[in-house]
Nanobody, 121 residues
Framework: QVQLVESGGGLVQPGGSLRLSCAAS????????MGWYRQAPGKQRELVAT???????NYPDSRKGRFTISRDNAKNTLYLQMNNLKPEDTAVYYC???????????????WGQGTQVTVSS
């Protein structure tokens, strides 16, 4: 059983910073691309950033410069450093990863349970 667990969310004032983590555990053979998504109340889930197994990153233009995605392949952990946070960044942040389990011959997409980020004064 493969599991993704996010942590690091919370309440922060505008202009503040947070670092989210997503730890993958279980019967993992290999992890491919990983990413962060977010969903604000009443809105669709949207892409925050992605990173390949080799470390290549992709950000929507609106997130460039404030958010940094990274991963530690040895720890099977994904990170999201968020700086200069704004109230419109308030959302539940979800981790996504393409993982091949030992008992499987192919990659499958997994989601974490989400972590709440609230930006408010």
């Amino acid at each position: 059983q493969v599991q993704l667990v996010e942590s690091g969310g919370g309440l922060v004032q505008p202009g503040g910073s947070l670092r989210l983590s997503c730890a993958a555990s279980g019967s993992i053979f290999s992890i491919g691309a990983m990413g962060w998504y977010r969903q604000a109340p009443g809105k669709q889930r949207e892409l925050v950033a992605t990173i390949t197994s080799g470390g290549s990153t992709n950000y929507p233009d609106s997130r460039k410069g404030r958010f940094t995605i990274s991963r530690d392949n040895a720890k099977n952990t994904l990170y999201l450093q968020m700086n200069n946070l704004k109230p419109e960044d308030t959302a539940v942040y979800y981790c996504n990863a393409n993982i091949r389990a030992y008992e499987s011959g192919w990659y499958k997409g997994y989601w974490g349970q989400g972590t709440q980020v609230t930006v408010s004064s």
